[in-house]
T-cell receptor, first 113, second 111 residues
Framework: DGGITQSPKYLFRKEGQNVTLSCEQNLNHDAMYWYRQDPGQGLRLIYYSQIVNDFQKGDIAEGYSVSREKKESFPLTVTSAQKNPTAFYLC????????????FGPGTRLTVT | QQQVKQSPQSLIVQKGGISIINCAYENTAFDYFPWYQQFPGKGPALLIAIRPDVSEKKEGRFTISFNKSAKQFSLHIMDSQPGDSATYFCAASPGGFKTIFGAGTRLFVKA
């Protein structure tokens, strides 16, 4: 089955700790994205990657970092610099740019206390 | 302007009724307008999408109406069913790799 996997589904961390969220796809898509979802605010773009070894900041990149060493993988690190990290994080991929369907993973709910 | 404004925030419809969700945008460079459906605890999934060269697109019970001059587009769900209860997001893309999402509409269809 082709798709996107995110792990873990739920993640709990103490304030001040960095945490890495996993995202893997087997759709052979070049583009991958990370979004943050908060109640009543829709999806906001954190980072995106058009191709391996390349990534660009989205609208809310501060306090986050990413890497794209393999086509299949696009991990997101939530650093201690992120002021309000508790949220639902969604990874997505697409064949090409914004005019193509984005396929989303099931999400990771991060709670930082 | 990169915003996409979506309304209403929540919607309750009787089974068999029509659900209507509206979105408005300002950036005339947007050229792709998808709608995504999200069930609780899941990631969104593409429901239907339209490009600005057509005024309407229908797929089963779901229809997008597009008004380019008014910079508005809407989703109509005919014969709404309890299984349609979900959060719906409109979105718009100017090409490139950015998609702007609306804030979402929580739809509840009463049996």
């Amino acid at each position: 089955d082709g798709g996107i996997t995110q792990s873990p589904k739920y993640l709990f961390r103490k304030e001040g700790q960095n945490v890495t969220l996993s995202c893997e796809q087997n759709l052979n898509h070049d583009a991958m994205y990370w979004y943050r979802q908060d109640p009543g605010q829709g999806l906001r773009l954190i980072y995106y990657s058009q191709i391996v070894n390349d990534f660009q900041k989205g609208d809310i990149a501060e306090g986050y970092s990413v890497s794209r060493e393999k086509k299949e993988s696009f991990p997101l690190t939530v650093t201690s610099a992120q002021k309000n990290p508790t949220a639902f994080y969604l990874c997505a991929s697409s064949v090409g740019g914004g005019s193509y369907e984005q396929y989303f993973g099931p999400g990771t709910r991060l709670t930082v206390t | 302007q990169q915003q996409v404004k979506q309304s209403p925030q929540s919607l309750i419809v009787q089974k068999g009724g029509i659900s209507i969700i509206n979105c408005a945008y300002e950036n005339t460079a947007f050229d792709y307008f998808p709608w995504y459906q999200q069930f609780p605890g899941k990631g969104p999934a593409l429901l239907i999408a339209i490009r600005p060269d057509v005024s309407e697109k229908k797929e089963g019970r779901f229809t997008i109406s597009f008004n380019k001059s008014a910079k508005q587009f809407s989703l109509h769900i005919m014969d709404s069913q309890p299984g349609d209860s979900a959060t719906y997001f409109c979105a718009a893309s100017p090409g490139g790799f950015k998609t702007i999402f609306g804030a979402g509409t929580r739809l509840f269809v009463k049996a």
